[in-house]
């Protein structure tokens, strides 16, 4: 069982983000018996109400996720291990992430404090190295604040240090026009060609600056604009100079080959590790296993059973106390087909590099994935988008960043039963 705990609250909202978290500004962050107190201790019941309903189940990973988790004090993510030790039997050496930002882990005594308690891996929320795209997302944290931040957790036991970081960013320089306008005439398509240098260049410096700190895993996201977003409106209003897909193509391809010379094996989409050093939370998703969702807004699988809690934190914190002995918080309630099942296992196992394992599918589904699916792998193949061994079926990094559109295809090729 793998243990995901879910912190709604950041300091300020970033321009890009959608995620579930309420800004508390900068006193609200700072105050330790304001709100995440209160949610703590809520927490600290959530947990006992799962050990009820489930009994003390092996846990092999637990991840802090959010929002933003360096936000909690160091005494409060310890009394919330001290929790789950007491409730379940969590392995020894199992992983314990922690997300956390580079302006709330300096805080003094935070790093030391959190792997004091327990954490033996971090996950940076950098972006990027650069002071205008920084401000463009609305990351309240510098480059040098990052910097500081990882070379300070270099000093401490942790097992694995990792930063997240973003390419296909929109151009952030005030000179830089509307992707309109780069369209037509020799000079602006050449002004168009430079952008795209200036992207993959800025890019190629992030991407350097995070190697050269050493950390031990990358995840490199693509930005995607979510609906209502600041940074969506403004794009929508064309005041914002988007990325072509050349640009991303060019991105991605560099960060592929990039971090393969300087030591990381990619095992999914978006995710780098030297050897040992992947994230088992993750690999967890990715292989089906079930996971516990503590928190608001918080996922859990078990079984055939998926349950989202209430988002809003009253209603969550309602949930959890007014919930009887042996039952789970009152949230929404999904009982899993086979066929979402298969999908679910086809979309996560293509976003991995390893790909879909063929006898499990073929196990599951009674169905030889090769057979089934004949025609689009044949032709995924022959476009260089996807390879096949005798025991996996997977997309090339050229597929992996096709993936959404090949996965769609894998969709609809299912039979009726599983669309
Ligand atoms: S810190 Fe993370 S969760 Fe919080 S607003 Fe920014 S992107 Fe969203």
């Known amino acids: 069982m793998l243990v995901y705990i879910h912190i709604p609250y950041c300091r300020g909202k970033c321009r890009y983000c959608a995620f579930s978290s309420q800004p508390l500004g900068r006193q609200g962050a700072a105050n330790p018996h304001g709100p995440l107190a209160a949610y703590t201790s809520t927490l600290v019941a959530e947990i006992a109400l799962w050990r009820q309903a489930l009994g003390p189940v092996p846990v092999s990973s637990i991840f802090f996720g959010g929002g933003t988790p360096s936000l909690l004090a160091p005494q409060q993510v310890g009394s919330i291990l001290e929790a789950l030790h007491a409730a379940f039997r969590v392995a020894s050496g199992a992983e314990i992430s922690i997300e956390a930002n580079p302006e709330s882990a300096l805080q003094p005594g935070w790093l030391a404090g959190v792997a004091a308690a327990g954490v033996n891996r971090l996950s940076f929320g950098v972006q990027s190295f650069h002071a205008e795209e920084l401000r463009l997302l609305g ?3 510098t480059a ?4 500081q931040a990882v ?3 270099q000093r401490l036991p942790f097992n694995s240090i990792s930063l997240d970081l973003m390419w296909g960013l929109p151009c952030a320089e005030e000179a830089c026009p509307p992707v309109a306008a780069s369209a037509g005439s ?3 398509t050449r002004a168009a060609t430079a952008l795209v ?3 993959v260049s800025r890019w190629q410096t992030t991407l350097a600056t995070a190697i050269a700190l050493g950390p031990q895993h990358l995840s490199c996201y693509g930005l995607m604009l979510e609906e209502g977003t600041p940074l969506a409106r403004q794009a929508e209003g064309n005041t914002l100079a988007l990325p072509p897909d050349r640009t991303l193509t060019a991105q991605y391809l560099h960060t592929v080959h990039a971090l393969r010379r300087a030591g990381f094996a990619q095992y999914e989409i978006a995710n780098f590790a030297k050897p040992g050093h992947q994230c088992q939370h993750n690999l967890g998703y990715w292989h089906g296993e079930e996971y516990m969702g503590l928190g608001p807004a918080a996922v859990a699988t078990v079984g055939s059973v998926r349950r989202t809690n209430p988002a809003d934190v009253a209603a969550w914190h309602k949930a959890v106390v007014q919930c009887s002995p042996g039952k789970l918080p009152q949230g929404e309630e999904e009982h899993l087909t086979p066929a979402t099942l298969e999908q679910e296992l086809l979309m996560l196992a293509l976003r991995t590099t390893q790909g879909l394992p063929l006898g499990p599918w073929a196990q599951r589904t009674g169905r030889a994935f090769t057979r089934q699916f004949s025609t689009l792998v044949d032709s995924l193949q022959r476009s260089g988008l996807a ?13 992996l960043l096709l993936s959404n559109a090949i996965i769609e295809q894998f969709f609809a090729a299912l039979p009726a039963h599983s669309g």
């Open 139 to 141: 990351r309240i944290h």
């Open 144 to 147: 040098q604040q990052a910097i």
């Open 151 to 153: 070379e300070a957790a």
């Open 186 to 188: 020799p000079s602006a």
């Open 197 to 199: 240098r200036q992207a």
């Open 387 to 399: 390879t096949r061994t005798a025991t996996h079926f997977a997309l090339t990094p050229r597929g």
